[in-house]
């Protein structure tokens, strides 16, 4: 099951990240992964939130420009060589990963990956193969 990520569209300026964040801690909106990216016309700040929705409505407010992805998050063993495991199953399965981060929370020895991939059945297949978990918005507390 996929979740949501939010990536927000950020102006080339200094402090515009740091609104942003602020933004959502004033509505109590729990930043749960982040990744930017940056380009020399603009920046790309893609998250993981506790409330999609909220955060969402609360960016389009402050006049943000924004789009929902579907992601997927799976388990990885927080030692070295879990994530070498999950991308070789991924590769053995012809899933392209077009970008991934980490989120924040590792719990019992386990590390979540956030994945932008390119087939979900073949994903779906690999992580079965190979006994990986897929974690859902529940697991996350998200909302």
């Given at each position: 099951?996929?979740?949501?990520?939010?990536?927000?569209?950020?102006?080339?300026?200094?402090?515009?990240?740091?609104?942003?964040?602020?933004?959502?801690?004033?509505?109590?909106?729990?930043?749960?992964?982040?990744?930017?990216a940056e380009t020399a016309d603009y920046g790309l700040a893609r998250m993981i939130v506790d409330d999609a929705q909220k955060a969402s409505a609360v960016l389009l407010q402050h006049g943000d420009i924004?789009?929902?992805?579907?992601?997927?998050?799976?388990?990885?063993?927080d030692r070295p060589g879990g994530l070498a495991e999950l991308l070789a199953a991924l590769a053995e399965y012809h899933v392209d990963v077009e970008y991934m981060y980490s989120?924040?929370?590792?719990?019992?020895?386990?590390?979540?990956?956030?994945?932008?991939?390119s087939d979900q059945e073949k994903?779906?297949?690999a992580l079965q193969a190979h006994s990986i978990k897929l974690v859902d918005e529940k697991a996350l507390g998200l909302k």
């Open positions: 099951m996929s979740i949501h990520q939010i990536s927000v569209f950020l102006e080339n300026r200094t402090g515009q990240l740091a609104e942003i964040t602020k933004l959502l801690s004033e509505q109590n909106v729990d930043i749960r992964a982040i990744s930017i924004l789009s929902m992805t579907p992601v997927w998050v799976v388990e990885v063993p989120l924040f929370v590792h719990e019992d020895e386990k590390a979540y990956m956030v994945l932008r991939i994903l779906v297949q």
